[in-house]
């Protein structure tokens, strides 16, 4: 399964958005991956606007649970 990961993790594990996500998710959906994983605060503004499934988290350890 072809995951992308799109944020900015800080010391602590937070996730954060990243500029730009909206350009950047359009070009994981163009290049065919299944499944992006980035903030909760990004995933609210890009569902439904893309041909992928779109995971919002607020830690990077939630990623454990996703992926496995």
Not at 5 to 31: C, D, H, N, Q, Y
Not at 42 to 48: D, I, Q, R, S, Y
Request: charged share 30%.
């Amino acid at each position: 399964e072809r995951t992308v990961f799109l944020g900015e993790v800080g010391l602590t594990g937070e996730v954060r958005s990243v500029p730009f996500s909206e350009l950047r998710a359009k070009e994981i959906a163009l290049m065919n991956y299944k499944k992006l994983i980035c903030s909760v605060q990004a995933a609210e503004k890009l569902k439904g606007h893309f041909d992928i499934e779109i995971i919002g988290i607020r830690n990077a350890i939630e990623i454990r649970d996703i992926i496995s």
